[in-house]
Nanobody, 128 residues
């Protein structure tokens, strides 16, 4: 069973930065498509950023976070990070790390239903 554990959430003022990390209990992480999702109260879970299995480190981002957030993976360390800069109040949500395998390197699964494995989430609160 693949397990994912997030850390790094917290409270920050608008304009500040946070770095989220996800540790994965899977020794073949390079075969897994990874992503960060978030869910605010009363809203559906939504894509934040995706990192495919492409060895070139291909990524995609939701329009709302482009230019502010950076997703990165370290397959040797079994980790997935999300650097969040210029945070806004609208970024307030619980952030989840997700993983699944079987996708080609050119595929960017952007819906929560596309991922089988999930962490418990870490809360990010941005005050304006």
């Amino acid at each position: 069973q693949v397990q994912l554990v997030e850390s790094g959430g917290g409270s920050v003022q608008a304009g500040g930065s946070l770095r989220l990390s996800c540790v994965v209990s899977e020794y073949t992480l390079s075969s897994y498509c990874m992503g960060w999702f978030r869910q605010a109260p009363g809203k559906e879970r939504e894509e934040v950023a995706i990192a495919t299995i492409d060895s070139k480190g291909s990524t995609s981002y939701a329009d709302s976070v482009k230019g502010r957030f950076t997703i990165s993976r370290d397959n040797a360390a079994n980790t997935l990070d999300l650097q969040m800069n210029s945070l806004k109040a609208d970024d307030t949500a619980k952030y989840y790390c997700a993983a699944d395998f079987g996708y080609r390197a050119t595929v960017y699964p952007r819906t929560p239903a596309s991922y089988k494995y999930w962490g418990q989430g870490t809360q990010v609160t941005v005050s304006s």
